[in-house]
């Protein structure tokens, strides 16, 4: 590979030349006039595009919210994390950072935790005292992503500002995003000095910090058997006498009231 030099840089493919990004900085190498892939080289650059596509719509999705800088190597990051837990298994990004060098744990001993309601809560705890820096800015993200639409279905954002000299009692911020998809929640939190973030990249850190799947629905379904049993029932007892009217109708009952096991199916 070489180092792209010039004033204008690019990405991608032109003409018999690649150009890419990575670690800050632009570089470019020439295709290879044939390329060979056996069965697994295939499957494996089938996977890294499947991640690519989903990393991307993450990435985007929180692009517009997030105040602290991605470091350079954060794209082969989220891929490498999505391969690796499983292009369907988006709950395996909880804890990525975008900022590799520092986490929110830096700020909170005592993790904060999602609710099923949507309700981010951050424990009470004594804050770390970093010098210079006088208070935090807690920020959350939460977005609503449909992988199988490609698209955003909805972003909500909440923040507070917490003074490092003073006890924190504990906050509980809402983060619930109606809609199809699935939830990812991302916590930013900056050091702040006389008023603006620090410019040490220490302070500042962005991690995703929750994941939930689309929540599935509970629908029953009665048994073939069952539903021909109380046909039978219903016949004989339109032929049969008053005693066996009877008996049939209580056979139904029990019938109904037996509890048939359910089908699960995802919204």
């Keep these: 590979m070489a ?57 985007g999705a929180f692009a517009n919210d997030l105040d602290v800088h991605c470091d350079g190597g954060h794209i082969n990051r989220l891929n490498k994390t999505i391969i690796k837990g499983g292009v369907r298994n988006t709950e395996a990004i909880a804890g990525f950072r975008f900022n590799q060098h520092t986490g929110t744990d830096r700020f909170f001993t005592v993790a904060p935790t999602l609710s099923e309601d949507g309700i981010l809560h951050i424990p009470p705890q004594v804050l770390p005292q970093f010098r210079g820096i006088s208070t935090l800015e807690v920020k959350v993200i939460a977005t609503r992503i449909h992988f ?20 924190f009692a504990g906050a509980a911020l809402n983060v619930d995003v109606p809609g199809k998809g699935t939830l990812i929640v991302t916590l930013q939190v900056r050091g702040m000095c006389s008023g603006r973030a620090s410019f040490n990249r220490k302070y500042l850190a962005a991690d995703v910090i929750a994941v939930q799947e689309p929540q599935t629905k509970q629908v029953f379904h009665k048994p073939e ?8 029932q219903r016949l004989q007892s339109l032929t049969g006498t008053p005693q066996q009217q009877a008996a049939a109708a209580a056979q139904r009952q029990k019938i109904t009231a037996v509890s048939s096991p359910p089908v699960i199916q995802r919204e």
Excluded: C, W
Aim: proline share 1%; no cysteine.
């Design 3 to 59: 180092k792209q030099t010039s004033l204008f840089t690019f990405t991608g493919k032109a003409g018999n030349m690649i150009g890419y990004y990575r670690d800050g900085k632009h570089y470019f190498r020439s295709m290879p006039e044939t390329v060979r892939q056996t069965t697994a080289t295939r499957r494996a650059a089938q996977r890294f595009g499947a991640a690519s596509s989903k990393a991307r719509l993450i990435r």
């Design 225 to 232: 058997h069952q539903q021909q049993a109380v046909l039978q």
């Design 148 to 167: 199988g639409e490609r698209r955003v279905t909805g972003t909500e954002t909440a923040m507070i500002v917490l003074n490092t000299h003073e006890a």
